[in-house]
């Protein structure tokens, strides 16, 4: 309570700061704040989109709770959460929602004698060992689906974030959708009730901890491990082909995702495909559709505009994966349900 | 007062007026001084007040919806939306007790070295280096746990001890489990480390209040060091020793980064030390980030925060009452 108001106090000072800095000049800032795996995208878009469309994005990678809190609150000008929120809390706030990208999670394990992608695993085994079901990494089921490789007498260590976090939320999401006892027994969340395993802040922690312990097994956001060369591993998708992580495995699960959901929160977990990696995750901004500032909100809008326009390669360098172009336009479509005194702020002019 | 200042003020000749001028103005600049540092006073009573009230009533939603079994219960689930402190409540007060069981000793042989054997030359060098280690922000404390102290523990300590004292009975259960380096045992070593000065500060302190006479006099009889430090320095010291102590108890009870960073951060209690834990401070720090406003869980925090406040308020106070004593001589 007490951190969500100074947040608040923080995020109006800093537009207050913003707007009479920027009066003189020819632009315009807008406020956002909330989830943190996109913050490295947001913060190079924001750069380039300054060049380019004189509009200042100031985002504030505060999680995507607090991200939530703030625009239910209307202390920034757009929220981002990793973590879509439900029809009814969209309807009782009156925030719209779209996803802006996209990431992947990928399991990354520290095994003697075993190298990166060699490592064959599935969705359900993956949620045994993290209800502690299989504890040995010569478990006869590893062994079996990894005739290539000899596994070790080693017990299995299971490592999460300790933080609540988008992260977690899709980790957990795809566990439960693979396994009925992972879906009883723990459920999905921010943050979850393990069974086994110790927690680590942060993905630095997770890598740090599955680096020094022998045995362990964790999950990063695909960037992450492919920045700090973690050992990853296959995964099995739901056509039942083992498939490394890819730039080409997360367009195929983009591609064969749902996104007719109802605002956009496709999941796209355990896509169909034969080609699709199973864990992969939009990531969210918010919006109020009855904006005080109409201004605010166009620039807002142009702002992800010119995103995702412009923004696609900038995404690819830093391991995000580019919505489809179709999705692209569905929500430009749908931004029309922002709207100052009726009408419509977008499309601009 | 003013009542009779003004009568003498207006009796008085005109050659006493500049006279008056400076008193009053005197008068006045101490009042507004007086009345700025009651201020100051005040607010931080007040300040301290508030803290304490707005984590209660932050925390009444969980309290009121558990009850008192919020403080007992081990249950910690997110997803149910089931929260107890118990886990939280054990892993403070046991890396805590642990980390005075590490640091005590060494404080104790830091502040007798220190003031008894060491040579004029080194006193200070040694002096200031423990008091340096109070100054080592925690996050440092945290990053030095993670990559140097973790993979000590999880490669060399822990599976000697747990191939060794693992396979005791009963005992063994203190240290079985997989060597992940985390947990209880590595928050208490840091925390001891992180304690250590101001336990080693305060005993030095109240070591040097001994009157050398009576140790002189012990000498004289030929008592041995440790027989003067067991039945002279001691005995005069015991009860300001224990608030030095509990000082450090205080400190170890809140401390948060570092000890997030190497406890291992899990909702469970296991028999094992070298199993990970959680400790109030730590949960809140994770899991503050995350929490929706208005949310169960955020009440939960704060209902954390409150407790935390209330086992170190007590502490601390109890610190206080016996220090009192000894230093104020």
Known sequence: ?349 | MQQAATPTADAAPPSGLPLRRGQSSGALGDAIFAAACRGAGVFVLLLLGAIILELFLGGLQAFRAFGPGFVTSTEWDPVQEVFGAGVSIYGTLITAVLALVFAVPLAFGVAFYLTELAPAWLKRPVGTAVELLAAVPSIIYGMWGFFLIVPFMSQVVQPFVIDTLGELPLLGDLFAGPPFGTGIFTAALILAIMVLPFIAATMRDVFETVPPVYKESAYGLGCTQWEVVRNVVLPYTRVSVVGGIMLGLGRALGETMAVTFVIGNANRISASLFGPGNTIASLVALEFGESELGSLKLSALLGLGFILFVISFIVLAASRLLLRQRLKG
């Open chain 1, 1 to 349: 309570m007490v951190s969500n108001r100074l947040l608040a106090l923080a995020a109006g000072l800093v537009a207050t700061i913003g707007l009479s800095m920027t009066a003189g000049a020819q632009q315009a800032t807008i406020t956002g704040a909330g989830a943190s795996f996109p913050n490295p995208l947001y913060q190079k878009w924001g750069e380039a989109a300054k060049a380019a469309t004189g509009i200042q994005l100031n985002y504030q990678s505060v999680g995507s709770g607090a991200g939530q809190a703030q625009i239910r609150n209307r202390t920034v000008d757009f929220g981002a959460s990793d973590a879509p929120m439900t029809a009814e809390q969209l309807r009782e706030h009156n925030l719209l929602q779209f996803p802006a990208t996209m990431g992947s999670l990928v399991a990354i394990v520290n095994i003697p004698g075993v190298e990166t992608n060699r490592m064959r695993l599935t969705g359900e085994i993956l949620a045994e060992i993290y209800l502690g079901k299989i504890t040995k990494w010569n478990d006869a089921r590893l062994v079996e689906m990894n005739p290539g490789l000899t596994l070790p007498n080693l017990a299995i260590a299971p490592v999460y974030r300790a933080d609540g976090s988008g992260t977690t939320f899709v980790w957990v999401s795809y566990l439960a959708a693979v396994s009925p006892d992972f879906q009883k027994q723990v459920g999905v969340g921010t943050s979850v009730k393990w069974p086994t395993g110790t927690g680590s802040r942060g993905n630095e922690g997770v890598a740090g901890t599955v680096r020094q312990v022998r045995g362990a097994i964790g999950y990063v956001e695909q960037a992450y491990a492919e920045q700090n060369h973690l050992v990853t591993t296959q995964l099995r998708n739901k056509a039942g082909n083992y498939v490394t992580p890819t730039p080409e495995a997360f367009q195929a699960a983009a591609a064969n995702a749902d996104w007719s959901a109802p605002n956009f929160a496709a999941s796209l977990v355990d896509t169909q495909g034969e080609k699709s990696w199973p864990i992969v995750s939009p990531t969210f901004i918010l919006l109020p559709k009855n904006p005080q500032d109409a201004t605010r909100a166009q620039n807002v809008l142009k702002f992800f505009d010119w995103a995702f326009s412009h923004g696609d390669q900038v995404a690819t360098q830093l391991d995000y994966i580019p919505l489809p172009e179709a999705v692209e336009n569905a929500i430009r479509a749908a931004w029309a349900q922002v709207q100052v005194d009726g009408k419509p702020v977008w499309p601009a002019r």
